[in-house]
């Protein structure tokens, strides 16, 4: 029997769901998206989005400490210093730019990391 990767062989999210409600125990697209590094980063970028800086630096910092060689760490990093700065924390972006930039010198984001780092 060949496998066919056409998208109607794979369950909707709905009733993958819906099958954890009525007692099966398989895990839901939804949960397995929530565990582990990916849980972990998923709430940041939702923060980020609505705007509440603050708090997505905190959820990009505890990624980053959690999984620190997570290939999403350098990411996490670098948005914490937009975050600072989006939230007026001059030395607090200065400072997490500066971080990003000792922690990947030749990272993906070393122009804006530098930019950031110097106060521009």
């Known amino acids: 029997m060949a496998f066919s990767s056409s998208p ?7 009733r993958v ?8 125990l398989a895990p839901t697209v939804e949960s397995r998206a929530k565990s582990g590094a990916g849980g972990a980063l998923a709430t940041a ?10 708090r997505a630096a905190q959820l990009f910092a505890a990624f980053e400490q ?3 060689t997570d290939d999403r760490s350098e990411d ?3 948005l914490m210093a937009v975050c600072r700065a989006r939230v007026r924390d001059e ?6 730019a500066r971080h990003y930039l000792q922690r990947y ?3 993906l984001r070393q122009a ?4 950031l780092a110097e106060g521009r």
């Open 91 to 96: 030395s607090g972006a200065r400072l997490a």
């Open 76 to 78: 996490a990093v670098f």
């Open 66 to 68: 959690t999984y620190p």
């Open 17 to 24: 769901a819906f099958a954890r409600e009525k007692g099966n």
């Open 105 to 107: 010198p030749y990272g």
């Open 45 to 54: 970028p939702t923060a980020f989005t609505a705007g509440d800086y603050a």
């Open 112 to 115: 804006e990391a530098e930019r």
């Open 8 to 14: 109607q062989n794979f369950p909707s999210v709905s």
